[in-house]
């Protein structure tokens, strides 16, 4: 089944960069209907429209509420024929307006082993907890910070000379191949969510290929 794919950008796209690559060298069957980025100057939309991608800016700053903002991206996507949303290095957290539009269908790649240093400084979070190890999550989005139903995650070890930087580069080229393999798994119908009782959380569920 072919991924149509909606992509939210804050900033670089390196993430997106990796999708654009996997899709081109057929690696991911998939099609980028719309990379959107709440901020005009972010580079990946750069990167979007020399593969030729329909690119759009939607700026929260335009929107009375978060609400209103997300009817927006919601208006958008659909308007793009968007069927899964990857959030890719998008910096806003959604609410129930975007959640419920594309219930189980919003991924989002975070630069840590979740639950562990969710938000906006994983890296930082990681070397001032002093952990050996940390790594990547790709995960269902739902409408807290970093705590859907997690896909796919890796490890990476942390060095003891790393600084964020350098721990963030590392982790980086894990991710590109993590959200990558995800996406591919989904493509192949392999993911699905099974819903949570009173124990346990929804969580994913994945069959071998
Ligand atoms: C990545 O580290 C991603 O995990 C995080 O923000 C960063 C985005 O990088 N959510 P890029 O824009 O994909 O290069």
């Known amino acids: 089944m072919t991924l149509e794919l909606g992509i939210l950008i804050s900033g670089r796209g390196s993430n997106l960069q ?12 998939a099609r980028v209907r719309v990379v959107i980025s709440n901020r005009a100057d972010a580079p990946g939309l750069t990167r979007a429209a020399q593969a030729r991608i329909p690119t759009a800016t939607i ?48 991924i989002n790649i975070h630069p840590s082993l979740l639950p562990a240093f969710p938000g906006a400084h994983a890296h930082r979070d990681a070397l001032a907890y002093g952990v050996k190890v940390s ?50 798994a989904m493509a192949e119908g392999r993911v699905s969510v099974e819903p949570g009782d009173g124990d346990r959380r929804a969580r994913v569920v994945e069959r071998r290929g």
């Open 18 to 29: 990796a999708i654009l690559d996997a899709v081109e060298r057929g690696a991911l069957d």
């Open 59 to 106: 700026a929260h700053r335009d929107y009375s509420s978060r609400e209103a903002f997300d009817a927006a991206l919601v208006e958008a996507l659909r308007g793009a024929g968007a069927e899964l949303i990857v959030l890719a290095g998008f910096m806003r957290v959604l609410t129930p307006v975007m959640i419920g539009a594309y219930h189980d269908r919003i």
């Open 135 to 184: 790594g990547c999550t790709v995960h269902f989005v739902d409408e807290g910070t970093d705590t859907g139903p997690i896909i796919r995650q890796r490890a990476v070890p942390v060095l003891d000379d790393d600084d964020e930087e350098r721990l963030a580069a590392r982790v980086l080229a894990v991710e590109h191949a993590l959200l990558v393999e995800a996406l591919a």
